[in-house]
C-alpha cells in the first residue's frame, strides 16, 4: 500500500481544491459532514441543497487539517474522531505524514507521538475501563485487517494489548498480584509482543515501535542487556525520538531494575553522546520524565539541575514555549529547591496549571505561594540594587552617594553597633528616599534577625533631598 506523505496530500488539495473551513474545527467538520450524510441517506439525496462530498475527499479533508494541525488537544481530538469513524486509511495518512516528516508541536512534543497517545485506550488518555476495552480492541483488529501492511495499526493494537494488560493486573507491587490476576498479565503482554515481532516485519518501519517494545520487555523482566539492545536499535533508526531514552531511563531507577543514580548516569552518557544543544535537551527530556513521575516522588535524585534548565532553554530555543512544559520547569524548579525560578515561570503561567503535572491545584497553590513568599524579598532587592547602580552611574549621583555616607555615619553609626549581634553578617542597607530626604523603604543585605533592632532606628531618619523622588541610595554597615 502506497503511503501518502504531507507533501502528496497538498498537491491532492490544489489539483481537487478541497479546502478545510478555518472557521470550523476539524471536531466540528467531521460530525457536520458525518450528519449530512446519515442525513443523505435517509433522505436519498444530498443533504438540503449541498453537494455530497465522497469518502475519499472526506478523508483528504480530515488529513491535511490534522496534519496542519498546531494544537495538541484539537490533534488528538480529531485523530480519535477518525479511529470512532474507522476511517483507517485516513489515520494511516495521518501518521505517515507526521512519521516522515518527523513533526513537532510547540515545546518539541512530536505530533506522532500524540497521535499513538490520542489512541492508547478507549478513553484517549489512562487505562480506561474494562468493560470498553472489548469492543476498542476489536476496531483496532478491524483496522488491521483491512490495512495489513499498515505498522501504524499494528503499533497501535500492540500499545492498546499492553495498557489492557494493566488494566488486568491492577495496583500493587509483584509479590502482591494474585496468580490468575498475573497469568493474565503475561499472557496479555505475550499478545502484545507477537504483534509488534509481526510489525517488525513490514516494510514501513516506525519510531514507536521501539518505545511500545521496550515498556513491553520491562513488563515482562527483560534482562538489561536485552533491553539495551532495543534502545540500540531506536536510537540508530531515529535518534532524536527521545521517548525511547525515558523508558530506558525508567527502567533503571530502582522501582524496576536499577540502583539509586543509574538513572541520572545514563541521563548524563546518553546526553554527552549525543552531544551540544541537542544533548543538553535530551538531558531535560530525562531528567523531566523521572523527576515528574508521580510513581517516583519519594525517590531520591541526582540530576543535575543548571543542566537540565539549559536543555529547557534549548527546547524552547529551537521549539518554542508550550504552557505544559512551562509547568514541567516549574515543577522542577520546585523540586529542586529554586525558588527564584520557580516564581518566575509561575508568573508566567498564572491559572494555567496542568493536571498531569501537578496533581492537584491544591498542591500547585502551594508551591506557588512557597515560591513567591521565598523569592518576593529577594526580587525586591535585586530590582533596589539595580537601581542603585543606575544611581551611582551619574556624576549627581556618585556626589550623592558620598553625602548620605558621611550623614549616615555621623548619626547613625552608633544605632548600627548597638543592634549588632556575634553572629551578626549584615554588609549593606539599601534605602529609598522620598522628596524630601525621609526613609521610604529600608532593605538589609543580607536580612538578618537584628533588623528588627535597627529598623525601628531609621524608619524616620532624614537624609539630603535626593537628585529625584523615590531614589535609592546603599549604606555599608561594616
Known amino acids: 500500500m502506497a503511503v501518502l506523505t504531507a507533501m502528496v496530500w497538498i498537491a491532492g488539495i490544489a489539483a481537487g481544491g478541497v479546502k478545510l473551513s478555518a472557521q470550523e474545527s476539524l471536531g466540528e467538520k467531521a460530525r457536520r459532514i458525518r450528519a449530512q450524510k446519515e442525513n443523505a441517506a435517509q433522505a436519498g439525496q444530498p443533504a438540503s441543497g449541498q453537494k455530497a462530498i465522497s469518502p475519499a475527499a472526506a478523508d483528504l479533508t480530515a488529513t491535511v ?99 489492557y494488560a494493566w488494566q488486568l493486573r491492577g495496583p500493587g507491587e509483584l509479590g502482591t498480584i494474585v496468580p490468575d490476576r498475573f497469568d493474565r498479565f503475561m499472557a496479555q503482554l505475550k499478545r502484545a509482543e507477537t504483534i509488534l515481532n509481526q510489525a517488525s516485519e513490514l516494510q514501513v518501519k516506525c519510531p514507536e515501535w521501539y518505545d511500545v517494545m521496550l515498556q513491553v520487555g520491562r513488563a515482562k523482566g527483560w534482562e538489561l542487556q536485552d533491553l539495551n539492545t532495543v534502545l540500540e536499535r531506536a536510537i540508530a ?5 527521545y521517548y525511547v531514552y525515558q523508558q530506558q531511563a525508567l527502567t533503571l531507577t530502582p522501582k524496576w531494575r536499577g540502583r539509586e543514580g543509574d538513572a541520572e548516569k545514563f ?37 543535575v539541575w543548571s543542566r537540565a534548565l539549559i536543555g529547557y532553554q534549548g527546547l524552547v530555543e529551537q521549539y518554542g514555549v508550550s504552557v505544559v512544559r512551562q509547568n514541567q520547569i516549574a515543577f522542577m524548579a520546585a523540586r529542586f529547591g529554586d525558588y527564584m525560578t520557580t516564581d518566575d515561570l509561575l508568573l508566567q503561567i498564572g491559572d494555567r496549571w496542568d493536571q498531569a503535572t501537578w496533581g492537584t491545584q491544591e498542591y500547585f497553590d502551594k508551591v506557588r505561594a512557597w515560591a513567591r513568599s521565598t523569592a518576593g524579598p529577594f526580587k525586591r532587592i535585586i530590582e533596589a540594587y539595580k537601581a542603585v547602580n543606575a544611581n551611582v552611574a551619574t556624576p549627581e549621583g556618585q556626589r550623592y552617594d558620598g553625602q548620605i ?57 532624614n537624609f539630603s533631598p535626593p537628585p529625584k523622588p523615590e531614589y535609592w541610595v546603599r549604606v555599608s554597615l561594616k
Open 65 to 163: 487539517g490534522l496534519i496542519s494541525e498546531t494544537d495538541p488537544e484539537k490533534y488528538q481530538e480529531g485523530v480519535r474522531l477518525l479511529l470512532e469513524q474507522e476511517r483507517f486509511r485516513a489515520l494511516d495518512d495521518v501518521a505517515a505524514g507526521d512519521r516522515v516528516n518527523k513533526t513537532r508541536f510547540a515545546g518539541g512534543e512530536w505530533k506522532l507521538w500524540v497521535f499513538y497517545d490520542a489512541i492508547a485506550s478507549p478513553a484517549g488518555k489512562g487505562r480506561g475501563v474494562v468493560a470498553d476495552w472489548n469492543a476498542y480492541r476489536d476496531k483496532l483488529n478491524r483496522w488491521m485487517g483491512q490495512q495489513p501492511e499498515s505498522v501504524t495499526a499494528r503499533v497501535a493494537l500492540a500499545q492498546a494489548e499492553l495498557m
Open 237 to 241: 533508526f531515529e535518534p532524536q525520538y
Open 267 to 303: 541521563a548524563e552518557e546518553q546526553a554527552n553522546r549525543m552531544g551540544g544543544k541537542p544533548g543538553d535537551i535530551l538531558y531535560w527530556q530525562i531528567a523531566q520524565s523521572v523527576i515528574g513521575n508521580p510513581d517516583l516522588a519519594k525517590m531520591p535524585q541526582h540530576f
Open 405 to 461: 555616607a558621611k550623614e549616615f555615619s555621623a548619626r547613625y553609626a552608633h544605632a548600627v553597633q548597638d543592634c549588632k549581634t556575634g553572629a551578626d553578617a549584615r554588609k549593606l542597607l539599601i534605602l529609598q528616599g522620598g522628596k524630601s530626604g525621609g526613609v521610604q523603604q529600608m532593605l538589609v543585605v543580607p536580612e538578618t534577625a537584628s533588623d528588627a533592632c535597627l529598623r525601628p532606628k531609621l524608619e524616620k531618619a
